[in-house]
């Protein structure tokens, strides 16, 4: 897994442990599941934006934002980017038609 990824997961998990007043992932994970949700909603609309405005510098900034509080879901769920990691490599080799055929079923 990429390094960033796992020193990120092991940040996010550790920010579970302190106050919601002293850190920001905290207070997401304080405030629940629709917090986080809503705060995906909102950077996967600003990469859209930053998309449809074709600045490249904005879309890596907002699709940061959005992997991260991504990841912040993930932890909250007791998920791990591995997780993820996992399942595209199970996609790997199978066309998107395949795929997505088989979850249909």
């Known amino acids: 897994m990429n390094n960033t990824l796992t020193q990120l997961a092991e940040v996010l998990e550790q920010r579970k442990q302190q106050p919601a007043d002293k850190s ?18 909102e950077e996967a ?24 509080h991504c990841m912040v879901l993930l932890a909250q769920q007791d998920l791990h980017p591995d997780d993820v990691l996992n399942e595209l490599q199970r996609r790997f080799g199978l066309s998107g038609l395949e795929e997505k055929a088989q979850r249909t079923k």
């Open 24 to 41: 920001y992932v905290a207070s997401l994970y304080n405030k629940g599941l629709d917090t986080i949700l809503k705060k995906i909603g």
């Open 45 to 68: 609309t600003e990469t859209v934006i930053a998309a449809k405005d074709g600045n490249k510098e904005q879309i890596i900034y907002e699709t940061a934002d959005l992997w991260f």
